[in-house]
Nanobody
């Protein structure tokens, strides 16, 4: 069965850190681009970061310098290290498989993605 499993969310105070994981089961992991999105209550889903199959990464301006995406291919897992968290980072975070991660428009047409993880809640208190 092909699926993405997102985990690692939790509750932290502002300035704290969390590491999210996205494990891809049933895929040839080396062929995948992986992206992270988030959705806060009452807001639209927004892109956070992606990492291409070649290891190139993109970040939303709102997280640049604070979040780092990385890939552990033997573990079929992509990590999103989130440092210096802010209350505005509070959201449900989802990983997904975008068709590309080659430029800053990687997240377009995300409504058409076939595979999404189940989401993991991140709550940052002030």
């Amino acid at each position: 069965e092909v699926q993405l499993q997102a985990s690692g969310g939790g509750s932290v105070q502002a300035g704290g850190s969390l590491r999210l994981s996205c494990k891809a089961n049933g895929f040839t992991f080396d062929d995948l681009n992986i992206g992270w999105f988030r959705q806060a209550p009452g807001k639209e889903r927004e892109e956070v970061s992606c990492i291409s199959r070649r290891g190139k990464a993109y970040y939303a301006d709102s997280v640049k310098g604070r979040f780092t995406i990385s890939s552990d291919n033997p573990q079929n897992t992509v990590y999103l290290q989130m440092n210096n968290l802010k209350p505005e980072d509070t959201a449900v975070y989802y990983c997904a498989i975008p068709p590309g991660c080659e430029d800053k428009t990687w997240y377009l047409e995300s409504d058409e993605y076939n595979y999404w993880g189940q989401g993991t809640q991140v709550t940052v208190s002030s």
